[in-house]
């Protein structure tokens, strides 16, 4: 049947630095012999922008996520996943090019503080797969001079694709080594395996926490450099928490990056968020389990999975569910209800609807025994009905503390105890 997974101390292995902020550290068995590590954690993290709050003056977007910062504590809210912070190419900051120059410094400054003050983690976007660069080469001819840090060609991959051909720095004109991961053209590529490289990075990190009271990185476009220099800056600057963007809806890929990080950092669920959109939007919820397990990574490692409905890059040109609050909603059911680490949206946020149905759904997950590594028993998963058992004893049909359901089709928990604790258009949510 539909056993999913049960778990056990595993104090012997220290997943994340400065632990003290989870639960004890676990080892997640499953029934198909795979055996892999994860924290145990009922939290809960919000991104706080969209792509295009980030085209205002970043003061103005800090003081208006300073204003928020209450509502978002009540709401029982962990931790905010901040935007890049340095000065960039870009109005966005995902083109970052002087590391140490800080646009909306004082108010960065303040709101972050108030955040950990609060108990909440900062979580920081950190772009370092690429670096837009201050001035041109005289060999090169192209922009590989950076500064603040100061680095020169050498810095930059060899055979780094520019956009409309060609290379950034030409084999005669001294580049660094080939690129660890996939390759981007609208900025140089960081050389991750430069010594120097690797201390400025560190070093800079470390000057976040300093600072600006950071505790925690989100990662962003991992696929381009190994995960084994992301493991490396994790084990110099111990975060309580990291997350990284491997954006590949394919299972085995994100599995792999995790296994590549040394399962030092979690990762969004991106194929998770595919089947899921795909189910609410056909009513088929065929997909939603793969072997005894959710689909997704949760499926494989819910300890290290961070399931989200959208972002500032998917929800341009890829809105969960076309952004339909109803749709949303029961997005939200589903992922504040399962395994993994939960993300919230900015957009979704701001839809009082789905404000207020985020707040119940947290409630519920904290107050119900809910984790990122619990017990789940998927009972249905068919056209027009998905249904699930989750929390400690969840290991067969009425088991469990929470029971949830999605799609057109009528379905109650079986046993007793149950009370029906939030519902709505094509899902409900009951807890004992």
């Known amino acids: 049947m539909k056993l999913f997974a049960s778990i056990f101390t595993f104090g012997a292995f220290v997943l994340l630095a400065r632990a003290e902020f989870f639960e004890q550290t676990r080892e997640w068995t499953f029934r198909n012999n795979k055996n892999v590590v994860g924290v145990s954690t009922n939290e809960v993290y919000y991104q706080s922008f969209n792509w295009d709050v980030l085209s205002d003056a970043r003061s103005d977007f800090y003081n ?17 996943w901040f935007p890049p912070p340095s000065q960039t190419a870009d109005n966005q900051g995902y083109m970052p090019g002087e590391w ?63 956009c409309n051909g060609g290379y950034t720095v030409p084999d005669n004109c001294g580049p660094g080594n080939y690129d660890t991961g996939e390759n981007t053209c ?39 450099y190994s995960g084994y220099y992301v493991n490396k800056y994790i084990s110099a600057t111990s975060p309580v928490f990291s997350v990284g963007e491997c ?53 494989v490692y819910p300890g290290l999975a961070c399931p989200f409905l959208d972002n500032h890059d998917t929800s341009r040109d890829d809105r969960f569910c076309g952004g339909d609050q109803n749709k949303l909603i029961q997005g939200y059911a589903y992922i504040l209800t399962h395994p993994g680490i939960p993300f919230v949206f900015h957009d979704d946020w701001f839809m009082n609807p789905v404000q207020q149905a985020i707040k119940t759904m947290i ?39 929470v029971a949830m359901k999605l799609g057109t089709n009528n379905w109650s928990p079986s046993g007793s105890s149950w009370t029906l604790m939030t519902s709505g258009t094509n899902y409900a949510i009951w807890a004992r």
Not at 71 to 78: E, K, P, R, S
Not at 135 to 150: E, H, K, R, T
Not at 197 to 205: G, P, R, S
Request: proline residues 3%; negative net charge; glycine residues 12%.
């Open 100 to 162: 140490y120059n800080i646009p909306g410094s004082d108010q960065l400054k303040s709101v972050a503080a108030n955040v950990t003050q609060s108990g909440l983690k900062v979580i920081m976007d950190i772009v370092i797969n690429h670096r837009s660069a201050q001035q041109v080469d005289g060999c090169s001819g192209q922009y590989s001079i950076f500064n603040n840090p100061d680095w020169g060609n050498d810095k930059v991959v060899k055979h780094d694709s520019l």
């Open 64 to 80: 208006s996520l300073q204003n928020e910062l209450g509502n978002l504590i009540n709401a029982g809210i962990n931790g905010i």
């Open 186 to 224: 609208y900025c140089p590529d960081v050389d991750h395996t430069n010594g120097q490289v690797q201390n400025d990075i560190i070093n800079w990190l470390n000057w976040l926490q300093a600072n600006y009271s950071v505790t925690a990185y989100r990662f962003d476009f991992v696929k381009g």
């Open 363 to 401: 409630s519920i997950r904290k107050n119900h025994q809910l984790s990122s590594t619990m017990d789940i028993y998927i009972d249905r998963h068919e056209g027009g009905l998905y249904a699930a058992y989750m929390g400690p004893g969840a290991t067969q049909v009425g088991g469990g503390t």
């Open 247 to 299: 954006f590949d809806g394919d299972t085995g890929v994100v599995d792999n990056w995790i296994q590549s990080a040394s399962y030092s950092s979690t990762a969004f669920d991106f194929p998770n968020r595919y089947y899921l959109k795909d189910a609410i939007n056909n009513n088929n919820y065929g997909g939603m389990e793969q072997g005894l397990n959710p689909a997704g990574v949760i499926g």
